[in-house]
């Protein structure tokens, strides 16, 4: 993306989070599903470094810092709006100490951006990549990022195949009101190479989301 678009990207994102970001958490437990399994399934060890690409109000890194203890957690977003909500709400769990924050894009993700000088251990999209414009760039950021043995674990929508085909339907729609894009040729080359070695990718039933593990050699990081 160029300045101008990643710029456009930004204002957008605030205009849209401007008045969510005060309950985004209350409304979207009810459909973002898989983010708990997710986390439950990061295996973030004392000493390593975590970051959530697209971090929201920090929901996620909130509850891996109280899973986790002992790890440093990062979060980047595009939304300086969303930023405030995250900020104030790790500033509340008296989390400050372990939870940092930098307002950057996916797609150029380095970890300096957010203020580490080393590579990560685990970087995380729970339901962002459907909402990044260059979600290719974005996977290729992170894989450049990790370090060795590193990880890149993401949850997101599926592609819906197994439900009625009215629902489907009205998914799409009601989610393209909020400019999220399932990421369907994602999750179809993560399946042609589901026994990949260091890959993992689990469906949640209807196809409805899927949860994908990689490691940093894998394909599906590789630069577009």
């Not at 898989?34 to 399934?41: A, C, K, M, Q, T």
Request: overall charge positive.
């Amino acid at each position: 993306m160029s300045i101008a678009q990643t710029t456009a990207h930004s204002a957008l994102m605030d205009r849209l989070y401007r008045n969510q970001r005060r309950f985004y958490d209350l409304t979207r437990k009810y459909y973002l599903f898989g983010r708990d399994r997710l986390i439950r399934e990061l295996d973030l060890r004392p000493g390593e470094t975590l970051a959530e690409i697209g971090c929201g109000t920090a929901r996620n890194l909130i509850v891996i810092a109280r899973r986790y203890p002992g790890t440093t957690l990062y979060g980047l977003d595009a939304s300086s709006e969303m930023l405030k909500t995250a900020q104030a709400a790790v500033a509340k769990a008296g989390l400050s100490d372990r939870i940092k924050f930098a307002q950057g894009y996916a797609e150029a993700f380095r970890p300096a951006q957010v203020g580490i000088h080393k590579p990560l251990n685990i970087i995380v999209f729970s339901y962002s990549l459907s909402m990044i414009p260059n979600w290719r760039a974005a996977l290729a950021a992170a894989g450049a990022a990790l370090a060795p043995g590193g990880r890149v674990h993401v949850v997101d929508f599926g592609d819906f195949a197994d439900l009625p085909r009215p629902v489907a339907r009205l998914l799409h729609a009601w989610l393209s009101q909020f400019h999220v894009a399932p990421r369907e040729i994602l999750l179809q080359e993560a399946e042609v190479g589901a026994d990949l070695p260091g890959r993992k990718l689990a469906l949640l039933p209807g196809r409805y989301a899927f949860l994908l593990s990689a490691s940093g050699d894998d394909p599906i990081l590789a630069p577009p």
